[in-house]
């Protein structure tokens, strides 16, 4: 997420203004700075650090209204470096929730805490910077005492959340697969098929699925390995027995199933017949959704021929013995 889009904290006016990752770049050896905390308007070593949460998540204004799961322990760990390397500092965390859920984490939240690191439930307002000594005031309201208040630091930084590829659209057209209202790509069922996706052949991993931190990035990666592997060793795949299928002598060949398929599996060719549906089974699911927009009724899914759901119907119905 790009911060430049809350400009009410200031990333790009001020330099002193920076984000997580920003941060992380100068917490590296191989960094600009040598791994040592320096402030970038003036080289000098901040005595005052905030960290701000949830910038560009849990934010409807911005369209993400999605916790990015990351950004909570990520500042959490620069706190708890920048307490290692600079012992005298005052850090405080501005934070909506704090979302230690991984293993070990709420016990590092415990030991951060206890280090001195001190944690303001309320997110901040504004950043502005005072003209006479060049800080950069945070206004915030502490949810917990009620207060609005207002606090002079040396150094701010900015946990910018997760957003999908700006490309993510061309991969779900290329690949013919679903994406979430939140725009990451959409798993076939979230407890029984997590890294599946509805196309057969296509895996799902990582940020690609949703916010996600390394440890779990890396087993649903190892998953997504496992199950890509089976097709692999198997050495064939039992295609789907729930297709549609195209009644020639009706089809008007109007397209409009082609318009509605989102496998790309429905193709209106040329026949001897005029302009023709034809259904390339391997890449059709059985959604259905073809068979619903048909206007003639030409498109029908096996299993669920109209003659069989009546006598199913009938079957039902009848009386025993009658």
């Known amino acids: 997420f790009d911060p430049k889009q809350k400009p009410e904290y200031g990333y790009g006016k001020y330099k002193d203004v920076i984000t997580n990752l920003e941060f992380e770049r100068l917490l590296n050896a191989a960094g600009p700075t040598g791994g040592k905390i320096l402030r970038p308007s003036d080289g000098k070593e901040p005595k005052k650090i905030a960290f ?39 850090v405080y965390v501005f934070y ?10 709420e016990e590092f939240l415990e030991r951060t805490q206890n280090e001195g690191v001190i944690f303001v439930r309320g997110k901040p307002a504004e950043v502005y910077q005072k003209p006479d000594t060049g800080g950069l005031v945070v206004k915030f309201e502490d949810t917990l005492l009620g207060e609005v208040m207002e606090m002079e630091f040396d150094m701010v930084v900015l946990a910018a959340g997760l957003i999908p590829r700006v490309d993510s659209d061309v991969i779900q057209k290329l690949l ?9 790509f959409l798993e076939a069922h979230p407890k029984l098929r997590p890294v599946e996706t509805h196309t057969s052949g296509i ?11 390394i ?25 789907e027995p729930t297709t549609a299928y195209v009644d020639e002598e009706i089809c008007g060949g109007c397209r409009i199933c082609e318009s509605v398929c989102p496998y790309d599996a429905v193709k209106v060719e040329e026949t001897d017949k005029g302009r023709k549906a034809k259904v390339n089974e391997a890449l059709c699911r ?10 003639s009724g030409a498109i029908t899914m096996r299993g669920f021929e109209r003659e069989q759901i009546i006598a199913q119907i009938e079957a039902l119905l009848t009386v025993k013995g009658e």
């Open 286 to 295: 059985g959604c259905g959704a073809c068979g619903a927009a048909c206007p």
């Open 176 to 184: 013919k697969i679903s994406r979430s209202p939140d725009n990451f």
């Open 203 to 213: 895996y799902l991993c990582g940020c690609a699925q949703g916010p996600k931190d």
């Open 96 to 105: 909506i929730d704090l979302r230690a859920f991984g293993k070990g984490y």
């Open 52 to 90: 701000i949460q949830c910038i560009g998540s849990r934010d409807h204004r911005v369209g993400n209204p999605y916790c990015s799961r990351i950004c909570c322990m990520a500042s959490i760990k620069h706190a708890h470096q920048v307490k290692e390397k600079i012992p005298d500092a005052e």
């Open 215 to 239: 440890p779990d990035t890396v087993a649903q990666a190892s998953a997504a390995a496992a199950q890509a592997a089976i097709p692999l060793m198997v050495g064939e795949v039992v295609a």
